[in-house]
């Protein structure tokens, strides 16, 4: 697959303790723009790895709580280095959020 059109699904999670998210699927992203550019593409906030085709995913609903400095994304780097590839699922999330969550990640029904 070229670094043209791969496909990547986004997260968009709206509360950790509801696990309340929208997935949303992007088709045709080019793997050499920046994380930066692609999270301004989405919206202004932050991405994790949840997902990539052929690997083991988490136990945790909406996004794993582990991996924190491998999984999230660093801005200046591209997507390709980031390891994103086609079909990759991320999710996008406010990181002030995140952090109240993983202190206490209690689920709320």
Known sequence: MSSEGVTIT???I???EHRNFKPVVYPSINLDQTVKEFIEFVKNDTMKIIHQAHGSKTSELVVSLE???????A???TLK????????ELAFFCMDDYRKYKVNPVVAW
């Open 10 to 12: 986004v997260r968009l």
């Open 75 to 77: 801005e200046d780097s």
């Open 67 to 73: 991996d924190d400095d491998k999984l999230i994304l």
């Open 81 to 88: 280095a980031a390891g994103i590839a086609n079909e990759t």
């Open 14 to 16: 709206r509360s950790f």
